[in-house]
């Protein structure tokens, strides 16, 4: 065995075994956004970006003030309320999400305070294309605490 594959071996059974497998962004269907919510069971802070393992509520129900939030400007040329005006719930019936936030750096950017198990939030993001495959959400808008944080970018 060379020894630069040694390295590689040695470097890859070092990692958690909780690890998932990064999606790319393509995956995603930007075109329907998804309204999540419930209690944060699992948090995790590291790079590519933060995770969440979110357990929602038996009932999940649309807020009917959603279109009407106020969202923060930032960086990225993102039309926050068109965006929260077409989003809906999901069809499919899992009650556990993965919900990938923003990178680490991004995070501190915009202040978002650390968020701990069992912490309520709420979330506007994207899932995979035809809701297939594992239950994630990259998310767009982050609402935790009373506050909007806009994910995709830095704040203007």
């Known amino acids: 065995m060379s020894l630069q594959r040694r390295h590689v071996l040695i470097a890859a059974s070092a990692l958690p075994l909780g690890v998932h497998a990064h999606h790319g962004w393509s995956s995603f269907d930007a075109d329907r956004p998804l309204y999540l919510e419930g209690s944060v069971r699992k948090v995790r802070w590291q790079n590519p970006h933060a995770e969440l393992e979110l357990e929602l509520p038996a009932a999940l129900q649309l807020p009917a003030d959603l279109a009407q939030r106020a969202v923060p400007a930032q ?29 680490l750096t991004r995070l501190q950017a915009w202040q978002v305070p650390e968020i701990k198990p069992g912490a309520a939030l709420s979330v506007v993001g994207f899932t995979l294309r035809d809701e297939k495959g594992v239950a994630v959400l ?4 982050l609402f935790v605490g009373g506050k909007a944080y806009g994910l995709r970018s830095s704040p203007a």
């Open 138 to 141: 990259r998310a767009e808008y």
């Open 75 to 103: 960086t990225a040329p993102v039309d926050g309320r068109a965006l929260l005006a077409k989003t809906v719930l999901p069809t499919r019936k899992d009650r556990i999400w993965e919900i990938e936030l923003a990178p």
